[in-house]
Nanobody, 120 residues
Framework: QVQLVESGGGLVQAGGSLRLSCTTS????????MGWFRQAPGKEREFVAA????????YYAEPVKGRFTISRDNAKNTVYLQMNSLKAEDTAIYYC?????????????WGQGTQVTVSS
């Protein structure tokens, strides 16, 4: 069983920055592709960013390209989401996900979420 624990959320003013972390249990972190999703009140969950397990290639949703950066530290079993130039529309609960193949909405492993609130 893999457990994911997110941290780093909070309240920030528009234009500010936050760094989210997601730490996984177990010794198999390097086998997993990791991703971040978010869900705003009254909206569907949406993809934010993902990073592959072998190549380390990163992928981003259009609304966050150029502002967010996903990275991973296999030694620490942790994936990060650096969020800069935050906007009010980035307000959401952010979820970390893990998959041995490709991270999708159907991935098996999810964290409990961390709240990000951006005040305008």
């Amino acid at each position: 069983q893999v457990q994911l624990v997110e941290s780093g959320g909070g309240l920030v003013q528009a234009g500010g920055s936050l760094r989210l972390s997601c730490t996984t249990s177990g010794r198999t972190f390097r086998r997993f592709a990791m991703g971040w999703f978010r869900q705003a009140p009254g909206k569907e969950r949406e993809f934010v960013a993902a990073i592959e397990q072998r190549s380390g290639s990163a992928y981003y949703a259009e609304p966050v390209k150029g502002r967010f950066t996903i990275s991973r530290d296999n030694a620490k079993n942790t994936v990060y989401l650096q969020m800069n130039s935050l906007k009010a529309e980035d307000t959401a609960i952010y979820y970390c996900a893990a998959d041995t193949a490709v991270v999708t909405f159907a991935s098996e492993y999810w964290g409990q979420g961390t709240q990000v609130t951006v005040s305008s």
